[in-house]
């Protein structure tokens, strides 16, 4: 059974500050991996999807990698804003499409 | 479009009765999925349908809970009767071309089993 694992669980930065959020799962065969956001009270918002073949994904100062063989991915964030403040899931889609997330990482951008 | 609408947002009931959750996917999307958040358990993928037919419901923890989408435009999940336990935010999402694709989720209902 595939395990997901975030952390840390919580992470708090000044503005401007550059991070990465990390995500790992047990099990390498994936199909793709995903990362949201989710904002207090919300749903969930797509930033990223990684298909397994590819390495990493670029959305403006958002950047996920994919090592899938050490069962690893990364988000980047440049440049943090208070905005960018919510919660961060990742989630694995396995080739027999099982879906699982991680339980997020909270992050918290200070002005 | 307006998005993956749910209803109702909140729910509030008593052990015993029955809980209907419902959704209204993206004009065109192909695929609906239900999901549970909790503290506990994180969040979880009950059943998803594709072309209104359900896929896999490997996630539905008991036989109290059923889900159907008896066209493009609407689904329902079902509590009956509902627990303490039962209680969560669920989600329920939508994606073009199936569970390998972006997923859109809606806002959640927040139920509150007393």
């Known amino acids: 059974k595939q395990e997901v694992t975030q952390i840390p669980a919580a992470l708090s930065v000044p503005e401007g500050e550059n991070l990465v959020l990390n995500c790992s799962f047990t099990?390498?065969?994936?199909?793709?991996l995903q990362w949201f956001r989710q904002d207090p009270g919300k749903g969930l918002t797509s930033l990223l999807l990684?298909?397994?073949?590819?390495r990493e994904q670029t959305s403006g100062r958002l950047n996920a990698s994919l090592d899938k063989s050490s069962g690893r991915s990364t988000l980047y964030i440049a440049a943090s804003q208070p905005g960018d403040s919510a919660t961060y899931l990742c989630?694995?889609?396995?080739?027999?499409?099982?879906?699982?997330f991680g339980a997020g990482t909270r992050l918290t951008v200070k002005p | 479009d307006a998005g993956v609408i749910q209803s109702p947002r909140h729910e509030v009931t008593e052990m015993g009765q029955e809980v209907t959750l419902r959704c209204k996917p993206i004009?065109?999307?192909?695929?609906l999925f239900w999901y549970r958040q909790t503290m506990m358990r994180g969040l979880e993928l009950l059943i998803y349908?594709?072309?209104?037919?359900?896929?896999?419901d490997s996630g539905m923890p008991e036989d109290r809970f059923s889900a159907k989408m008896p066209n493009a435009s609407f689904s329902t999940l079902k509590i009956q009767p509902s627990e303490p336990r039962d209680s969560a935010v669920y989600f329920c999402?939508?994606?073009?071309?199936?569970?390998?694709?972006?997923?859109?989720f809606g806002p959640g209902t927040r139920l509150t089993v007393l």
């Open positions: 349908f594709n072309n209104n037919v359900p896929i896999d």
């Open positions: 004009s065109g999307h192909n695929s």
């Open positions: 999402a939508s994606s073009s071309v199936g569970i390998t694709d972006t997923q859109y």
């Open positions: 099990d390498s065969a994936i199909y793709n």
């Open positions: 989630a694995v889609l396995n080739n027999n499409n099982d879906m699982r």
């Open positions: 990684i298909q397994s073949s590819q």
